[in-house]
Every structure is written in structure tokens, then in C-alpha cells.
């Protein structure tokens, strides 16, 4: 158990917690919504300090990150916890778990993961990934930083459901994020994510007005929000806000936790791609095997720079720098 950071005091002994939009006041002994940080004797504490639930090494490709160190492992860890409650979370075994009932923590400190790290055949750094990374917050932070040091890279994988200045305060030490968009209307995040659309919006433009690299995945439900309007709607808004450089990653969504809508159709996922390559550049799909959709391509000369099958991955015509080895122009991807 370790002191929170980014909380106040109210003077009825209670607490009010400031990481994240939900800004949860707690009495003595109770929990927030994410199920990890409790008021403790007039003290705001994470109980998952030093804990991980999940670690290993991983393909890059799979947070999915594609225009980042391609073809790269990276070492990925874990708690429990989060702060929303999507009805089809890939992960709610660990995301839905209170810290208080898992009983598979493995205690670990910043240090030795960092050490691990470094020990991991073909590894470019530190994921947090699997829960939600926003609610281990101050973990997360100390080993970035630790990592940052040994010339590792950090990564984040979250529904970017975090308040702008403990997102600041990170920001520095973190080289790439993939945030989850799950929907363009605030009614599908109420009743599927029990959370707001707009604090997500908040962090996707505080991350693209920083140095951070940030890439995008929307799982596409059928029914859901796979409505071509609105989809368009986000695709613009991604062009407008973000940039046209901003890799898009659609996923196929399949049935899972609460929900058991039939899989998304290929044929919807196609049609989704091409509506967003109209604005964007790099659009991918994923948890479907189509090398086509998986491929880099050189937004001037439409050359094929990286291919991928599944997670291998293979650099075809690029440069050290990310110049596409045919016509010159930059890709943005980070080698
Ligand atoms: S991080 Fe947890 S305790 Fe803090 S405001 Fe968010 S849900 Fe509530």
C-alpha cells in the first residue's frame, strides 16, 4: 500500500481522487470505481503498488503499435483494475477484478522489471498494457521513469480515461501510447463503458500536441457503432484534431464478456477502411488475417514500405530514418 498521488482532502474526513474524470470522493475504507485506490485513514492509497498481475514479452505489433519500432518485442506488464466497465472487455478477468480478490499478484518492483527488460531478447522497452495503466498510476510512473534512464522505451495501452495534469506529469517520460477510441457518441461510451466520451477526445489531443508517438484502435461492434455516418464523423474529427498521420487501427470485434453480438462482418470492416482512408493515411485492420490492410504503404508513391502477416513483420522500403527508399518522403514511422 503505497500514498496515491493527485488527491485532496475534504474536511469531513473524506477524500477526492483527481486522476481520472470520475474524481471519486471516498469516506474512510471505501474503493473507487476503478477498484484499486481506497481511502485509508484520511489517506488516498494504491493498493497495487509493486504488484503485477501479467508479464511477458510481446510483438510490438500486438498493443497493436505499427509505426513504432516495427518488428521489435517489447516487454508488456499488467495489474488489475480499471476505470470504466466495457460490456465487452477483452480482459475483464484482471480489468473488473477488485485488488482485494486477485489472488495471482506477482510482487515485483520497478527495478527488477527494468532489469528484465533489458535481459529480453530483441526488446525496445516497457508496456503497460492488459488492465487499464492509468489506474496504477504512480507504478507506472516510477518505472517509466527508472526505464527512461536505462535507455528503454515506455509505452502505454489504455481507454485514455485520465485528467489532464496527472497526464501532463507522465507525459514526459512516455515515447508512444495506443488509446482506445470505442465510439463517437457519448451514448455508446454511457451504456457500454459506463464512461464519457469527451475525456477520452481530451486526451487524444493532449497526447498529438505532445512529442509522444500515439496511434488509435476502435474495436467495431456490429450494430453497435458501426454506423457509417457517425464512423465518418470520427474519421474527420481524427483528421481535423489529430492529423492525417495518426495510425488507425479497426478491430474485429468478436463476442466476449457481457456481450454476444455475432462477429463483426468482414465485409463492414472493409467497407469502415476505406471510408477512413479517404482522410487518413494509415488505417490497419486487426484480430483478421488481410496483409493488405496490414501494410505500410508510402503516402506519396504508394510503395509498400512495411508488410506484415499476423506479427511478422518485415522493413521492406524504408530508411533508418523512416524515408520511404524509393521517392524519399518521410513516413512518420519511428524506427
Ligand atoms: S482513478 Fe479510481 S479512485 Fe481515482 S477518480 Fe478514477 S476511478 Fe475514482
Sequence with gaps: MQEALFYSKTTKGQVRCELCPWNCVLSDGQTGICKVRTNHNGILVTNVYNKVAAIGSDPIEKKPLYHFHPGKNILSVGEVGCNLECSFCQNHRISQCKASEFSGFHNITSNKIVDEAQKTWNNTGIAYTYNEPFTFYEFLLDTAQLARLKGLKNVVVSNGYI???????????????????????????????????????????????????????????????????EFESMINWIATELGENVPLHLSRYYPQYKLNAPPTPVEKLVELYDLAKQQLQHVFLGNISDQERSTTYCKNCNAQLISRNRYNTAITTLDRAGNCKKCGTFSSVVI
Design 163 to 229: 485528467n489532464a495534469a496527472p497526464l501532463q506529469k507522465l507525459l514526459p517520460f512516455i515515447d508512444a501510447f495506443n488509446i482506445d477510441l470505442k465510439a463517437f457518441t457519448d451514448d455508446f461510451y454511457k451504456k457500454y463503458t459506463k464512461g464519457k466520451l469527451q475525456p477520452v477526445l481530451n486526451t487524444l489531443k493532449q497526447i498529438a500536441q505532445s512529442p509522444a508517438h500515439l496511434e488509435i484502435t476502435t474495436l467495431i461492434i456490429p450494430g453497435l457503432n458501426d454506423d457509417s455516418s
